[in-house]
């Protein structure tokens, strides 16, 4: 059959036979030369940049080791300081400056602590010391004379001795609660006061309490340990025809406890002071001696130990008023 436009089919047979492309191919010689150029070209780029990034990310790094070490050697005052840019390393050396801060005031406190607790063990040993040698030292003691200084050695020793079942207590409260059980703080208060009333009615003071079930769950012995230290504390740091009032109640998903107490007006800025070891408001008020300064430290520590809340408030007419907070409980199981 012909083909109909005649033209046309002797055009394209006379075209040349050519094949698109999109450019002209390489020889392999042209192509290992321009390899080795993008290598010798491209190698120092890299070394570089690499050098770059990692002398930024170790630095902090090296700062960190640095600082860390000098720390370890017991410079507890130094910090890592980082400062910008703010990234992951940044961020971990602001954690870390945290912790350094927390050791240094843990150890400090500690330093502070074996301080005072040495100097108020060696003061009674010291009295006690000085009363037998000077009781040995006459030649002419009689009876008497020998039984007075043992009565007041006793003394001593009895004063010695609730200074070390305070720092027990005070050593076992801050180590945690070791077991928890479900108790009623109202049953707690109950049996504390029960034992403190004859104290208190000596001293002239009216002692009086508003209990609730509060039901919470902890350690017994240490929240026994709080509830009679904020009791001793309210009673031994007040004045005569004074009041002391205990409550306990349930709010929400929380149990309190608050005593408050009538006495010397305290101000604002002494009340944190108190829940520290060995702080008194004034050195021996009142004359006594049987303070020392462990009472709302102990109830401090109970207080962290379960996770609690402490509030305290300085009353206008004199005394406190502290509250502890608790997480509710489930209630005890009766017999």
């Not at 009876?143 to 720092?167: K, P």
């Not at 962290?304 to 005890?332: D, K, N, Y």
């Amino acid at each position: 059959m012909g083909c109909p436009v005649k033209g046309v089919c002797a055009f394209r047979r006379a075209e040349p036979d050519v094949k698109p492309s999109c450019g002209a191919r390489l020889s392999p010689p042209q192509l290992l030369t321009g390899s080795a150029v993008a290598l010798v070209l491209l190698i120092p780029v890299a070394l570089a940049l690499g050098w770059f990034v990692a002398g930024r990310f170790l630095h902090p790094l090296r700062a960190i080791t640095a600082t860390a070490t000098i720390i370890s050697a017991g410079d507890l005052h130094r910090r890592l300081d980082l400062g910008d840019p703010t990234d992951e390393l940044t961020e971990l050396g602001h954690t870390l400056d945290d912790l350094f801060a927390r050791l240094e005031a843990s150890f400090d406190a500690q330093r502070h602590f074996v301080a005072n607790a040495s100097h108020e063990l060696r003061t009674p040993l010291a009295g006690l010391r000085t009363l037998l040698e000077v009781a040995l030292a006459d030649p002419d003691a009689d009876t008497d004379t020998l039984r007075s200084a043992c009565q007041e050695a006793l003394a001593l020793g009895g004063h010695q001795e609730r200074l070390v079942q305070a720092l027990l207590a005070l050593a076992t409260s801050e180590r945690g609660v070791t077991r928890r059980d479900t108790l009623d703080l109202a049953h707690v208060v109950e049996g504390v006061l029960a034992s403190r009333r004859d104290q208190a009615t000596q001293k002239g003071i009216d002692l009086t309490e508003h209990l609730t079930p509060a039901v919470t769950s902890g350690d017994p012995r240490l929240i026994e340990s709080l509830v009679a230290n904020l009791v001793d504390n309210a009673i031994r740091h007040n004045h005569a025809d004074g009041q002391v009032k205990v409550t306990t109640q349930t709010s929400g998903t929380q149990v309190a406890l608050t005593v408050t107490n009538s006495g010397p007006v305290i101000p604002d800025n002494q009340i944190q002071r108190l829940f520290h070891p060995f702080q008194k408001l004034a050195p021996d008020r009142h004359g006594s001696r049987d303070g020392y300064g462990l009472g709302l430290a102990i109830v401090n520590a109970v207080t962290q130990a379960h996770h609690a809340t402490l509030t305290t408030s300085a009353r206008p007419e004199g005394g406190l008023s502290i509250t502890v907070r608790f997480s509710r409980g489930s209630h005890p199981s009766r017999p």
